[in-house]
C-alpha cells in the first residue's frame, strides 16, 4: 500500500462497477454549481437547514454503528468511529454559527420529502440484525459522498465563492479524505471476511446511499 492511501479491495471494485451512480452523486448539478460560482444561495441556505436536520439524526446512525462495533468486532476500529461521533459534536456547533450567518432559523426548518426518507434508512440500522459489515460500509459511502463532492469545489480551477469555501473545506479537506479513507479500509477488512450474503446487502445499502444522496442534491436545488 502506498502512503495511507487504500488497496484495491471491494469498495474500488463498487466505485468502478457503479461508476455512473457514484457520479451522479458525487458531481451533482448542486455542487458543481458551488464550485462554478454560479449557486443559487437560497438554494445553499435549503441544503444547509436540511443537512442541520439530517446531522443530527447521523449522530443516533453513528451511535448505532458504534454499537453494532463494539459487539462485534475486536475493537481497533472503535476509537476511529468514535472519532467520529465526537467531531459530529463541533460539526452541530458548526452548523448554528454557518446558519446565523446566512439568516437561517434551524428552529422552524421542517425535514423535505428526501430528507425524512434518508433520515428513516438511518434509524434503520438501529436494528440488531443490521450487521457491522453493512453499518460501517454505509457509514463509509455516506461521509465520502460529501467529501469527494466538496474536495472537487476547492480543486485547481473553482470559482467557489469565497463565503462558501469553509463549508467545502469541512469535508473536502485532506484530513476529511484521510479519514474516509480510514473507513474504508475498515470497511474492505470488514467485507473480505463477510459471507457472501452479508456483502450483497453492504453492496445494497451502498448503492441505496448513493441513490439518496441524488435525492438530497434535487430537493436542495429545487424543492421536490
Ligand atoms: C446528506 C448528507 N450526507 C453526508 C453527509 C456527511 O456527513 C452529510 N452531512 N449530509
Known sequence: MDGGGVEAGTTAAWMARHRGMYERATRHPFT??????????????RWLGQDYMFVKEFVAFLASVLLKCCRQSDGSDMEIILGGLASLSDELSWFKKEAEKWSVNLAEVSPLKSNTEYCRFLQSFSE?????????????????????SFAFCIEEGNKTPPELLGTCQRWGSPEFKQYCQSLQ?????????????????AEEAFLRVLELEIG?????SSRS
Open 32 to 45: 458543481v454549481s458551488i464550485r462554478d460560482g454560479t449557486v443559487d444561495l437560497s438554494a445553499f441556505r
Open 128 to 148: 440488531p440484525e443490521i450487521s457491522y459489515t453493512v453499518a460501517i460500509t454505509t457509514f463509509w459511502i455516506i461521509e465520502t459522498v460529501y467529501q469527494d
Open 185 to 201: 479500509r475498515i470497511a474492505d477488512r470488514c467485507l473480505a471476511e463477510a459471507p457472501a450474503d452479508a456483502a450483497r446487502s
Open 216 to 220: 438530497f442534491w434535487d430537493m436542495s
